[in-house]
């Protein structure tokens, strides 16, 4: 913007803060808007600003809330440092509500800064500390700088900052980029700076969450596609989900269009195929293309089952005990310390293999699955190491790039190590050891980037002991260990089986509560694998608006081990806790509660009247 001449904004400011009146055209609106908010709040130029600093623990909290936006902002607040370092100014990086969660830059003037309360920690909303770039921007919405004077606050004015917002895939603030120096200084470039770099941090967004979506990069440059100049929409069953501002502008919308267009109403051709191609929009504009489809490998519990049944798009259900070693996890990837995921067949280990690689620096990069287990001995080295053209009979004559070298910059996923021939795992050992692959039939070593995670369901450890795995690439594998709960030792069953059911049958009608009883208390031996495939067959054999009965359930699961009772045949599985809690969540509506049984409601009146009997005729009886 253009920064008002001193003289004109020393007389805005008179006339404001000392005649109360509103200086019309002698200062930016975006500036006197913000004026007038502080003003509406209470606010005095001349007053105390309340900037108080959060103790220590509480900084780790609000980095650990916003562990994702630090981590996609890492590089540009490291680029940027240098800029700021030359210009005496800092770089400030923010959650939603302006809460400062990094800065770098200038020493010199950061001690400066600190002493106007611009330091991790401290709230720079409006509402907080008057008009700044970080508050009016979050007010705004918009990008904004403000010099000097411009600031609500006197001690302000020895600063110039210009901040932008950044706004996710979906169109959420997610925070703002700031860059703050001294008032007296020249600071020509610093919007640009920062747009450019929040223009990378929003484009690194979309590297991760969309696997299951249809995701389409556009540009009228073919060699700007897969740079932060391009425009990105996300289409989830061609609704249009998300997209960042450059492909909104290009096609003549807003964010308001986010979860209302759909994709023929954008592009002319209503099927988008996967790969690079033209396209052209509604608008008559052509574009180079580039466009991902949803991945055909399962991310989710239901591993194997149809692409129609599968859970909606979002997290799996991870316990209150494994999201925390999830966070971990985070954490251990991005320092490139490979962990180990313990647990029993389908508690899933892929499954939260998977989802940590999207939440993780390296979720742009390959996620190469290896089950070791489903590999012949004979191939797995070759498999996993590649080969030289001739290295052995039938194989190819251009050679083979090995899987360990597919997964380049991302995760390298051995699931079931505990099944690799030991010969293989001094190989194995070496490649970790080294980080450098040597293919089959002699070929030189190459350098490999890539983080190991291993799953196994058997004991590794007593493996060691009795020498069918080598204990030195245990202790290589194992430096951070990651234990699954089996489905049986969850604390909320009951909430497990309604966040499953309602991913794998939208459509369906709730399941009666004395078909989830018996589901809740089912063992479940197969873990998440096993309920899965149960919930997608019940979904299959009942119409959308049918109420599944107990007889619908397979044996197993109204076998013993279930709740009983001695009555009444097949109602004799109805337990009175069963009853009685669903009378009770009712609030005393039998009628409602049997519905929700799926018993008639006489049935249930009979069954409490004949429960509450029983004590008063033995009572007679003695």
Known sequence: MNIAPDTALAAAREKFFSSGEVPEGLIAAPILRSWLRCAEQGLHAGGTIHAEAMSAAELRALHDQNDTLRLLSRSELVSLRA?????????????????????????EFAGRAAAVALRPGVAWSENSTGTNAIGTALAEGRAIEVHGAEHFFEPHGILHCAAVPIVDPYGKLAGVLDMSGHASSQHTHAMGLVRLAVEQIEHRFFARGFAEMTVVRFHRSADLLGTAREGILVFDGGKLIAGNRRALHLVGLDRKALRQMTQDQIFESAGLS???SELRTRNG???????????ASPARFAQGLPRAAKPKPGAPFFSDATRADLAKAIRLVNAEIPLLIAGETGAGKEVFARHLHGLTIRAGKPFIAINCAALPE?????ELFGYEPGAFTGASKSGSKGLVQQAEGGILFL???????????????RVLQDKAVAPLGGGAPQKADFVPICATNRDLQAMVSVGTFRADLYFRIAQYVIRLPRVAELPARAALVESFWSRLAPNHRSLPDLVLEHLEQYAWPGNFR??????QALAALHDPNEEIALAALPQAVRAPGSPSMSLEGGLGLLTDAAMRGA???????LSAAAR?????????????????EQPKRRSRAL
Request: cysteine-free.
């Open 83 to 107: 800029e700021a370092k030359l210009t005496d100014s800092v770089v400030i990086l923010t959650d939603a509500k302006g809460l400062v969660l990094d800065t770098a830059g200038s020493p």
């Open 274 to 276: 996967a790969g690079r």
């Open 285 to 295: 504009e052509r574009y180079f293309a580039s466009v991902s489809q949803p991945a």
């Open 378 to 382: 004979s191939l797995i080295e070759a």
């Open 415 to 429: 699931d079931e190590i505990g099944d690799m021939p030991l010969a293989l795992q001094s190989r194995l050992l």
């Open 530 to 535: 096993e309920l899965a495939g149960t919930l």
């Open 583 to 589: 009378v009770e969540r009712h609030r005393g509506n």
């Open 596 to 612: 929700a049984l799926g018993i008639d409601r006489s049935t249930l009146y009979r069954r409490l009247l004949w429960k509450d």
